[in-house]
């Protein structure tokens, strides 16, 4: 056995006795016994090997800088966090004003406000919370959702699973528009050494209803963490789901996510992917088209500098006819970081009159920057509108020459046109001081370009 298979071997083994153990000892999860949930994602992951730059998925990605950092799960004082720093910045606090806040994955609730007499009023029958307190109407669903758990595959979403304490719960039941977003921030918090943190979120939205979330992750300290966060989305027959989904960490932190979204006939699925943040970054993406009639929009944003490396990867799957998708993935990359995007669209023979269009525009600030796109269709089904397209481009000489014939700088006229570039995809969020936020921090040094 060579060393560098061994030290893959010994980082899982590690971290999934470690991560087993913190999760045996929690036991039950409120009304729900998570151990064969937990056993079989441990199961698996015997079997299991740490993906390589040989493995077709990660090709372009190389995880070994990980393997070098020992995680640990400290313990945290959360009174000392100052959460002011971690605040969406919003017009007025109606804007967003339900928050809760998760420490290394666990529920913190005074950081977290969601019913208060100081905020308009939630729906009495929406539970936003975690797993541990779910009200017993809910309950049945969720417990079929547990049931169903499978590690996928992956061995991220194993390792989640087989250390699985608690979740985020939103719950929104039958016909209930929540039109309120809510605010899912989860922040890794590092103590002296290296930590892991493994959160963990579940939304339903059931038939009828609508509810828009914003799920952020963020971070405290400056040794290496690595966060490896797991989010489900069930989005019921003729259900609307709006989700943001916001990656700001540190760049002292590994991120890998995973987002599994199933819907159901005549729904609508919309998802703002941003991701800024991280060493090395992963987002895995994937929706299940389960009815016909299913409306799907993805719109994602990529923003990597310095030596960053950002790579999202999504597929869609169309099972029925009649079903829409809508993706548009924009990289704006400089110094030498690297983006990569891998966009599949599976469209089987069952899935006849799918329409699906899929783009990918890059924006290269520097010669050393890199990017591997790849759209990607499957089409079976013979009658269909499909379509994809990649894009990698520069800063145009003469539109910087314009806007400095106009008296700009050099510094604001390349900020002009990188914030126009993003613009497309920010333009989109539900929460306009949230976009204005996002669309300062491509503004980067010019060191970093």
């Not at 290394?104 to 009495?124: C, D, E, K, M, Q």
């Not at 690595?226 to 019921?236: H, K, L, P, R, S």
């Not at 500098?305 to 169309?318: C, N, R, V, W």
Request: aromatic share 6%; charged share 20%; hydrophobic share 40%.
């Amino acid at each position: 056995m060579s060393i560098q298979v061994a030290t893959k071997e010994m980082f899982l083994t590690d971290l999934l006795d470690r991560c087993g153990k913190l999760a045996k000892a929690n036991g039950k999860v409120g009304a729900f016994d998570l151990q064969n949930v937990r056993d079989a994602a441990a199961s698996w992951l015997q079997d299991a090997s740490f993906p390589t730059v040989r493995d077709e998925e990660w090709r372009f990605t190389d995880l070994s800088p990980l393997l070098q950092v020992r995680l640990n799960l400290p313990e945290i004082d959360e009174s000392k966090i100052q959460l002011a720093d971690f605040i969406l910045p919003v017009k007025s606090p109606d804007e967003l004003p339900y928050r809760l806040v998760f420490v290394n994955g666990i529920f913190a609730p005074h950081l977290s406000t969601v019913r208060s007499a100081n905020l308009p009023s939630l729906p009495i029958e929406l539970y936003a919370g975690t797993l541990s307190d779910v009200p017993e109407a809910y309950r049945a669903r969720i417990n079929e959702i547990l049931s169903q758990q499978k590690p996928q595959n992956d061995v991220f979403v194993a390792l989640n699973f087989a250390g699985l304490t608690d979740a985020a719960v939103v719950f929104v039941p039958a016909n209930l528009p929540v039109e309120m977003p809510i605010h899912l921030l989860f922040l890794t918090v590092s103590g002296a050494s290296p930590t892991i943190a493994q959160p963990h979120c579940l939304i339903v939205a059931e038939r009828g209803s609508k509810v828009t979330l914003i799920e952020d992750y963020a971070t405290i300290g400056k040794v290496p963490a690595f966060t490896n966060a797991v989010t489900e989305v069930f989005v019921g027959e003729n259900a609307e789901v709006n989700h943001v989904r916001l990656q700001r960490e540190s760049w002292d932190v590994f991120h890998v996510g995973k987002s599994s979204i199933e819907q159901s006939r005549n729904s609508r699925y919309a998802c703002h992917s941003i991701s800024m943040g991280g060493k090395i970054s992963r987002h895995n993406l994937d929706v299940v088209q389960r009815g016909e009639g299913t409306e799907t929009t993805l719109n994602g944003l990529t923003s990597a500098f310095g030596e960053q490396l950002a790579d999202t990867h999504s597929s869609i799957g169309f099972n029925h006819p009649h079903g829409t998708s809508r993706q548009l993935h924009k990289c704006i990359i400089g110094n030498k970081a690297r983006a990569v995007f891998n966009g599949k669209v599976f469209v089987p023979k069952a899935a006849q009159l799918t329409d699906a269009g899929q783009l990918s525009r890059n924006l290269l600030l520097s010669p050393r920057a890199r990017v591997d796109t790849k759209p990607q269709l499957e089409i079976v089904a013979d009658n269909v509108k499909c379509s994809h397209g990649a894009t990698v481009s520069q800063l145009e000489d003469d539109e910087l020459f314009y806007l400095q014939s106009r008296g700009l700088d050099l510094e604001t006229s390349r900020y002009l046109l990188i914030d126009a570039f993003a613009a497309e995809i920010l333009d989109k969020l539900p929460v306009l001081g949230v976009a204005k936020m996002l669309s300062t921090c491509v503004a980067v040094p010019e060191s970093l370009v």
